[in-house]
């Protein structure tokens, strides 16, 4: 059956109100009575909060409240806290004031009476591993998997062993390994030993985390900034302190969050907490300045990879060991993520991976776009470029001699995937590009500028499985499509929500998608993160569509004789196939199923359901057909996103400036969904790699641990001026056969791959002169052409 | 750590001299101008010294989107707040309130301005156009706005407002940019989803229409 939406493209229903500016984000919500708060936030890098005197700052004109961690919940150390008293970074909100305008709130502020105890602190990891390193928690120093915050100090013969500017590979947090790595490096033709370092950035959300927040009738009403909508909706209650149904969340729209927004981050609730407090709706805006300390950050890389290859380019072996910078608190788990995605990408037929993931002092991490499979991506592809130099092989062939097809393995494990179809989409960018072409070009100069050519692969997972579909056929004729994935700016809520029109065969114009508040009734879905929706939303909307075509063919059995199976559906009627005028409309149907009640109006629903979806079903029982539904389709193994990139630049070896001349992304994401969404994912997502490439980083004082990248224009992402004029797209568009329409994530990868096309075609500009650390940023450039040494030591983080 | 220039600053703000509170409502009531029920900065707290010699007007008459609307103004209010704050128009977003962004872009006088760093005292006489104010009356998009629909332009749509209101100056000053000098006068409006493409198809597409 040929689809008639899965494929096409459409507008997205909220894309009018993003042009006329009618679009709701969090700042944008007014309550009657509302008032503002700010943060105090900790002026040191790790402290103890030993007394706070808050007396003449309330007792200014205008001042409602304040609020300070001893009065919210508790989370759990080491996650992120709502409100802490022992900050653990330099800009750490320690308390909130609340007062009638802001200008009052910051000047109540002022008035606080601070006393504060200095802890030690560390923004450099491998200094927190020396045997008398500073720790950035008292109770230890790194975060161990499943167990939290341990301590581990590596000796000195640990360091003495590493040559110089090799990273010291002292003892590990984790360790595994498949096959035989030492038979893969002696049976290798080419063996690289490489010390690389990635450096953190921020997501530089365009919209900062701001919230308000207010009370009625016993109920929480919070606006917040959030890719995700119904998966955060329990974590968000339980941070504030209420059951969920005691919770309306609002997420209409998210300006950017890139990992940043996509659980329920404890700092939103601040004003629901307050308003709880002084009676009265509270606003907390968060300013640019702000975002850049709890805005959070990508962890970054202190690695150590060697790779061993055979004459034709296989991975034979690969050790590879990661120091991640994990921020303070519990972070996130890059660098376990960044091993898997290698065991993938360049399906080693050996691998060990070590590693350990260092607290720091400085802001919290958490998932950023590809978290540790990006970082992988631009620090090993220019790695495989390298061997194929070394080797006499085109970058096409010796990743396609690597790349995974269906049977390649993931992880410690060597799991199953669902797909993989990389050597297509390798085959169909160099195609495309016109790689042979342009490689022959390589290294032609024009004045101070030189040509160079890059390749770059990515990899990220790319779905999930065993959530929550529901959607409602009203007695209007209406297919309203209830979806609880968030909206993150993808336009895949939509998309996937086509998948239940397309099941049920409605013109797409008489569909209403339900979101964006959870008073609207939304189902137990994933969070819009992780690269996941298009799988994971295109599976429950298939599992609620089937139940309600079901239900549809019983009703039409009841009322028009034969049994369901004698029933078809088309053109929104449900008709008997052997004689098509016993028919009935949806609209009929949907009011019978009020009629029948039962099942077919969403009276009586699966126990298998989330407690949540059961509430939304039951909220809109009795009015209209409702198809409700868990998805236990079968999905055995990882579901992986790949991407490849293909790019050409010129290189001012005077300035050490690039300009892209053409980019190409190519995507395996499965069946193509929505073509002009994916082609501005692959497009845009490649802005955001070359930005982590080339331009992004944290920067420290180390003395104080005070960061210097605190605005757009330091720590800056990339401007129209810094991408080419024009970029290209494709996609392999083969199904994923886990997938009832064949889809697959794909949003991550697209970066990764972009960040890494550049820096191979930096380096083969260059003539392959290798980094081995990123941004590589023009000074780098000119003293690599110049043949100078560099100014940074090869393992130094969080500088310049 | 906090800088207490991130937040709005209303300090040391003087008080309304020539116009009282009653007058001043009569006021807004005859121009048939509504004020935003939120004040950022309560009537109770704004009027409530008495009058100080030599202090500014604080009542100011602005033209936005065609319309006049009475404000009361703090004289180191910025447009993006009066905008967003008094006069409803959220459309206008802030994204960094320093000029970094363009998230805040508006046109006075048919040119874009970031709105963050306009004084809102010195709009006296200007045009201000904001997004709310490009589509026409009956609701008809601007060519730049169907365009950047027909393209996909917008992602997560918080920096769009500002990439509408630059593309639209522009499109007044140059109405067949070349895709270069679409960039260039687009570059100042930073789009951290990256969806710079999409946008200028949007800009060179709108141009065919305009």
């Keep these: 059956m040929a689809n008639r939406l899965i494929g096409a493209n459409f507008t997205p229903p909220d894309i009018r109100a993003k042009v006329t500016g009618q679009a709701k984000y969090a700042e944008d919500f007014r309550a009657d009575g509302m008032v503002f708060c700010r943060l105090l936030t900790s002026p040191m890098p790790h402290a103890r909060v030993k007394s706070i005197d808050a007396s003449e700052a309330l007792a200014m004109d205008g001042v409602v409240g304040v609020l300070t961690a001893a009065e919210v919940p508790e989370i759990p150390s080491p996650r992120d806290p709502i409100l802490t008293n022992t900050p653990h970074f330099l800009g750490e909100p320690i308390l909130a004031v609340a007062a009638v305008d802001e200008t009052t709130a910051q000047d109540a502020i002022g008035k606080i009476k601070l006393d504060l105890e200095r802890l030690p602190f560390t923004v450099d990891p491998l200094r927190s591993l020396r045997p008398k390193g500073p720790d950035a928690r008292e109770e230890g120093n790194v975060m161990i998997p499943r167990e939290g915050v341990g301590r581990i100090k590596w000796t000195p013969e640990d360091f003495a062993e590493a040559g110089e500017g090799e990273l010291p590979m002292g003892e590990p947090a984790l360790e595994w390994s498949f096959g035989d790595v030492d038979a893969g490096f002696s049976n290798a033709k080419v063996v690289l030993d490489e010390t690389f370092v990635t450096a953190s950035n921020s997501h530089h959300s365009m919209e900062p985390r701001s919230a308000m927040a207010y009370w009625d009738n016993g109920k929480c009403y919070l606006y917040g900034s959030s890719q995700s909508q119904s998966f955060v909706h329990p974590g968000i209650a339980r941070t504030i302190g209420i059951e969920p149904d005691k919770l309306v969340y609002v997420a209409e729209n998210c300006g950017g969050g890139f990992g940043s927004k996509g659980g329920p981050y404890p700092l939103q609730v601040i004003p629901a907490l307050m308003a709880k407090k002084i009676g009265r709706p509270v606003m907390m805006r968060i300013s640019r300045a702000e975002e850049y300390f709890i805005g959070q950050a990508r962890p970054g890389f202190q690695g150590r990879v060697k790779l061993g290859f055979r004459e034709d380019g296989r991975v034979l072996a690969v050790d590879l060991y990661i120091v991640q910078e994990n921020g303070p608190n519990a972070g996130f788990g890059d660098w376990t993520s960044a091993a898997n995605a290698m065991s993938l990408v360049y399906t080693p037929e050996a691998m060990r991976f070590r590693g350990v993931s260092v607290l720091t002092n400085t802001p919290q991490r958490t998932a950023q776009r590809g978290p540790g499979q990006n970082q992988i991506a631009i620090a090993v592809e220019p790695l495989m470029d390298k061997a194929a130099r070394a080797l006499e092989i085109d970058p096409v062939v010796i990743r396609g001699v690597n790349a995974p097809g269906h049977d390649a393995k993931y992880g410690a494990e060597q799991g199953p995937i669902t797909s993989a179809y990389q050597g297509e989409a390798l085959d169909k960018g160099a195609e495309r590009f016109g790689w042979r072409e342009r490689r022959a070009r390589s290294g032609t100069r024009r004045g101070s500028k030189v040509t160079g050519v890059g390749i770059g692969q990515a990899y990220h997972s790319a779905g999930s499985s065993g959530f929550d579909g529901l959607v409602r056929l009203t007695p209007e004729g209406k297919l309203h499509i209830h979806t609880g994935v968030g909206n993150l700016g993808t336009y895949s809520y939509a998309s996937t929500s086509r998948v239940a029109a397309e099941i049920l065969k409605c013109d797409w114009e008489n569909c209403v998608i339900e979101r964006g508040d959870s008073s609207r009734n939304l189902p137990w879905n994933f969070g819009q993160f992780g690269s996941n929706t298009s799988f994971t939303m295109t599976r429950t909307n298939f599992a609620a569509a089937t139940d309600a075509v079901a239900k549809l063919k019983e009703i039409a059995a009841l009322d028009l004789g034969g049994s369901p199976d004698d029933y078809d559906i088309a053109d929104e009627t449900v008709f008997r196939r052997s004689s098509p005028s016993r028919r009935m409309t949806y609209a009929k149907a949907a009011a019978r199923a009020i009629e029948l009640g039962g099942k077919f109006s969403g009276e009586e629903v699966d126990e298998d359901l989330n407690p949540l979806t059961k509430a939304s079903a039951m909220a809109i029982a009795g009015k209209g057909l409702v198809g409700v539904a868990k998805d236990r389709i079968e999905k055995n193994g990882t579901v992986p996103a790949l991407a490849v990139g293909f790019i050409e630049i010129e290189l001012d070896l005077d300035t050490g400036k690039y300009e892209i001349v053409d980019y190409l992304g190519v995507a395996d994401c499965g069946t193509v969904v929505h073509p002009q969404g994916l082609a501005a994912q692959i497009k845009s997502g490649a802005v955001m790699g070359f930005g982590l490439a080339t331009l992004e980083r944290h920067i420290y004082d180390p003395a104080w641990a005070i960061p210097h990248s605190v605005g757009l224009y330091q720590a800056r992402p990339p401007s129209y001026l810094d991408v080419p004029l024009e970029m290209d797209s494709d996609a392999v568009d083969l199904p994923d056969p886990q997938n009832p329409v064949g889809a697959k994530g794909i949003g991550e990868p697209l970066m990764g791959c972009a960040g890494a096309a550049l820096i191979c075609a930096i380096s083969d500009a260059l003539g392959g002169h290798y980094f081995n650390r990123t941004p590589v940023v023009p000074d780098m450039v000119i003293n690599a052409a110049a043949g100078r040494p560099q100014s940074h030591k090869p393992l130094q983080v969080n500088t310049d | ?210």
Aim: charged residues 20%; proline residues 5%; glycine residues 8%.
């Design chain 2, 1 to 210: 750590m906090t800088d207490p220039n991130d937040s709005f600053s209303l300090e040391n703000c003087p008080p309304i001299t020539a116009v009282s509170r009653r007058e001043f409502i009569k006021s807004v009531i005859a121009s048939g101008a509504i004020v935003s029920s939120v004040l950022y900065r309560p009537a109770s707290v704004a009027g409530q010294s008495g009058a100080r010699s030599g202090a500014l007007e604080r009542l100011i008459s602005l033209n936005v989107n065609g319309k006049t609307r009475r404000v009361d103004a703090l004289p180191q209010e910025t447009l993006a707040m009066t905008l967003r704050y008094k006069l409803g128009l959220t459309g206008t977003k802030l994204g960094c309130d320093r000029s970094e962004c363009g998230a805040c872009t508006v046109m006075i006088d048919d040119v874009a301005h970031y709105s963050c760093s306009t004084l809102t005292h010195r709009m006296r006489g200007k045009e201000i156009t904001t997004v709310e104010g490009v589509a026409s009356e009956t609701g008809e998009l601007h060519p730049v706005q169907q365009a950047f629909m027909d393209e996909l332009g917008p992602q997560c749509g918080f920096c769009t407002p500002g990439q509408v209101m630059t593309a639209v100056a522009l499109l007044k000053d140059n109405p067949s940019p070349t895709r270069e000098q679409a960039r260039d006068a687009m570059a100042g409006n930073l789009c951290r989803c990256g969806a710079y493409d999409h946008y200028l198809n949007g800009v060179m597409r709108a141009a065919m229409e305009v």
